[in-house]
């Protein structure tokens, strides 16, 4: 469905509002506008003509810095003062009254007034907070900030390389204000990604296969790197509509939903809308993604359904959009299948959880955005992630969340702008419609996390209804080491859709919660499909939805490639534990050999190239070995780089491992077909 814009009057951008005068250390010229008497009729952003419609006696004399109406700046806290806030107190949309308080900010009992806006709903309230020195304070939408002491503000520092934050598992470091508040929703430039033009010294590679979906790992390379797309089932589409409430549209449609392997039953389950768009959300299983089943769960909504079809309005019912998330690492029983929905757009989207559908928590109410919202695990930092929904200057675009714990009140309203199609995104050549970003799910797999971008490129929705036909969306990757930077490299659909009228994929393909799971040595993707044609014969955008399967090899996204000629890939330094060096490779016709360097550059003996056992394979799990057994674990604990020589073949991963069966202590996406953990162990 389309975004929506909120009907009522938004608030915008935050003002600095301060007392007494503005100190050369806060650096005003960083921020335009500069500092201006906080009045009545006063215009409120440097690009916008907005005034200050009210300003209480208690305010009277303040002044406050005018800035860029989508500014996003960071400020901290020179010297300790007490700061004011302001925000509506109860918009639907736009109040971030909550997250005021949950930093510490006390509301005051100053009546409710109209600073910005003519609804009721922008009637604003005034929170307070004593700031300490290092405490940070930011420009924002929805917040005005005042002083009534000296204003001690200065620049947050951006410097990538003097990051003082959180230390992730690969040893990238983080900024101490996370996530990040800087990036600008009006670029339409691809997004920066900070620890590949600054990796960590020593890069930790203890947790996970090391895929080569980016430079982080790589100091220096001869191998030419090739991108890799999913190949189609050839037995898609393997689940359609065939219940009496599925073919009212002929739609079983992912969007999200949700697809699990629970290793507890040993079985993959799906749940999707069935019938329509805003359908019921029914369950469905099966022991190898192909051959599926639709258990009668004996519930209210009958057969296979959780919940009943109630669209966007209010009730208990399944909402116009649902996304799960199978929680087999929890340790509340109760909390094990998490469900993010929207259901009345008056309303927020909703948090709740179950044990197993159904029975369901009391719902928490997340916050407003768009349709399509969703939400995942980042099991290296034990947060959950918000995929958020709204609009900006390039249409349908994201905005990130995150929380420790996946029932929390308000999680969207911290949310930053994350990340949107850019100028890379080229637009379909019959259609011409600049890209947009549709939906973006994600998922932990061994060492990354990776990102599933459905990416809008249209016909409008007002075309493709007159015309009966769907829009295009197809799936494209993104790859991520801190959980919110995105290296995009490769910009061609990894799943297309097929654009050829007749086709059950022919367009508005979607992912899903989970993104991939594993079978073997195979990733394999569900996602959804739509032809635009019910069973009946009719015609129409969102008509004739079902679901299939895309394969990939087991870390096969991109691969370093050697021909005939021999070239070396040598990494930067590495920390790890493990006794087993192992590599996913194909060279059946060729040769693979490796051999560890310290970091002033000298080989360490005996483990050189020339004492290395030839690799002559096609695996996706072999061991490097060197001749008289060495012990890797024998080595000192400094840090050593790994240089590989490959001739006529491809290289996708290597590892450290404790076992010599090559476990890799990394995560498996949506679970792994037979494995007992969603962890390599």
């Not at 928490?364 to 980042?378: I, Q």
Request: some cysteine; charged content about 25%; glycine content about 10%.
């Amino acid at each position: 469905m389309p975004f929506k814009k909120p009907h009522l009057i938004p608030w915008t951008i935050v003002c600095l509002a301060l007392l007494g005068s503005f100190k050369t250390r806060a650096e005003p010229a960083r921020l335009p506008g500069g500092v201006v008497e906080f009045t009545e009729g006063a215009k409120l952003f440097s690009n916008r003509s907005y005034p200050v419609l009210e300003v209480p006696d208690s305010l009277a004399g303040f002044s406050f810095l005018r800035t860029d109406i989508e500014s996003q700046v960071l400020l901290e806290c020179a010297k300790s003062f007490t700061v004011y806030a302001i925000t509506p107190v109860e918009h639907p949309t736009n109040s971030l009254a909550n997250a005021l308080v949950s930093q510490g900010f006390e509301r005051l009992e100053i009546e409710p007034f109209q600073l910005f806006g003519t609804q009721e709903a922008d009637l604003a309230g005034v929170y307070r907070k004593t700031l300490k020195p290092g405490e940070i304070v930011e420009t924002r939408k929805w917040v005005v900030l005042l002083a009534r002491e000296a204003f001690f503000l200065k620049p947050v520092s951006l410097n990538w390389q003097k990051n003082d934050g959180e230390i992730l598992y690969n040893n990238i470091q983080l900024p101490r204000v996370w996530p990040p508040r800087t990036l600008d929703p009006n670029s339409y430039e691809p997004i920066p990604v900070p620890y590949l033009e600054h990796p960590p010294e020593t890069i930790d590679i203890s947790v996970g296969r090391q895929l080569f979906v980016d430079d982080f790992l790589i100091e220096e390379t001869t191998l030419k790197r090739s991108w890799h797309t999913a190949k189609k089932d050839a037995r898609n589409p393997v689940f359609s509509a065939t219940t009496k409430v599925e073919r009212k549209n002929g739609v079983c449609y992912l969007g999200n939903g949700g697809v699990f392997y629970d290793p507890a039953e040993r079985l993959l389950k799906m749940w999707y809308s069935a019938g329509e768009l805003d359908g019921a959300l029914a369950y469905a299983t099966s022991r190898d993604g192909v051959e599926w089943e639709r258990p009668d769960l004996g519930l209210p909504a009958g057969g296979n359904l959780v919940l009943p079809q109630g669209g966007r309005t209010r009730g208990d019912h399944a909402g116009g959009d649902n996304c799960l998330w199978l929680d087999v690492q929890t340790e509340d029983p109760s909390q094990r299948l998490k469900f993010l929905t929207q259901r009345d757009p008056r309303d927020p989207h909703w948090l709740a959880t179950s044990a197993d559908g159904r029975i369901w928590s009391s719902p928490v109410p997340a916050g407003k955005a768009g349709d399509y919202c969703s939400f995942f695990h980042n099991p290296f930092r034990k947060v959950w992630s918000y995929s958020i929904k709204r609009g900006t200057k390039h249409g349908r675009s994201r905005y990130y969340a995150e929380a420790p714990e996946f029932l929390t009140p308000g999680a969207f309203d911290r949310s930053v702008f994350w990340c949107g199609a850019d100028r890379l995104d080229k637009p379909d050549p019959e259609v011409g419609d600049s890209a947009q970003l549709y939906s973006l799910n994600a998922v932990a797999y061994e060492s990354l996390i990776v990102g599933a971008f459905s990416i809008h490129l249209g016909p409008d929705n007002r075309i493709c209804n007159e015309g009966k036909f769907p829009k295009i969306t197809e799936l494209k990757l993104g790859f991520s080491r801190d959980g919110f930077h995105w290296s995009r490299p490769d910009r061609r659909a990894f799943i297309a859709a097929s654009r050829t009228e007749g086709s059950w994929d022919r367009a508005y393909l979607h992912s899903t919660g989970g993104v991939f799971f594993l079978d073997g040595d195979e990733l394999v993707f569900p996602y959804c499909g739509y032809s635009g044609v019910a069973p009946d014969g009719r015609k129409g955008m969102y008509f004739g939805g079902a679901i299939g399967l895309a394969r990939l090899r087991r870390d096969g996204f991109a691969s370093m490639d050697a021909g005939d000629a021999a070239g070396t890939l040598t990494t930067r330094p590495l920390s790890f534990e493990g006794s087993h060096l192992f590599v996913n490779v194909d060279c059946p016709e060729g040769e693979l050999q490796a051999e560890l360097v310290d970091v002033s550059g000298q080989v360490i003996e005996p483990f050189t190239l020339e004492n290395c056992e030839t690799v002559s394979t096609d695996s996706t799990l072999v061991e490097i070995r060197w001749k008289g057994g060495p012990e890797i674990a024998s080595l000192p604990d400094d840090p050593v780089r790994i240089r590989f020589r490959l001739r006529k073949g491809s290289l996708y991963s290597f590892w450290f491992s404790d076992t010599p069966s090559g476990l890799s202590d990394g995560y498996l996406a949506a679970g792994k077909l037979g494995n007992s953990s969603i962890v390599d162990q």
